[in-house]
Nanobody, 122 residues
Framework: QVQLVESGGGLVQPGGSLRLSCAAA????????MGWFRQAPGKEREFVAT?????????YEDSVKGRFTISRDNAAMNTVYLQMNSLKPEDTAVYYC??????????????WGQGTQVTVSS
């Protein structure tokens, strides 16, 4: 069982930045790829970014490429991050982190956090 807890969401103006964190309460988290997904009101959950178990490979959804960066700290903090820059109103959503085999599909992940709200508005 992998418990994931997200933090760092909030209200930010367009063009601003936020850094989301996802802490994994398990020693085995290093075995898993990690992903970030988001769900806007009235829409399905969609893929944002993923990082391999060792941090050596990342992949992003097209609309966030060049603006978002996913990273992980395996050494001590058991934490994965999503640095979000140049935020747009269309980035507004609840953001979820997930652990599992990886990829851009929900089905590639077995464990999910509770989500953190990101609102981009002036």
């Amino acid at each position: 069982q992998v418990q994931l807890v997200e933090s760092g969401g909030g209200l930010v103006q367009p063009g601003g930045s936020l850094r989301l964190s996802c802490a994994a309460a398990t020693r085995t988290w290093r075995r898993y790829a990690m992903g970030w997904f988001r769900q806007a009101p009235g829409k399905e959950r969609e893929f944002v970014a993923t990082i391999s178990w060792n941090g050596g490979s990342t992949y992003y959804e097209d609309s966030v490429k060049g603006r978002f960066t996913i990273s992980r700290d395996n050494a001590a903090m058991n934490t994965v991050y999503l640095q979000m820059n140049s935020l747009k109103p269309e980035d507004t959503a609840v953001y979820y982190c997930a652990a599992g085999g990886g990829g851009s599909s929900n089905r590639g992940y077995d464990y999910w956090g509770q989500g953190t709200q990101v609102t981009v508005s002036s």
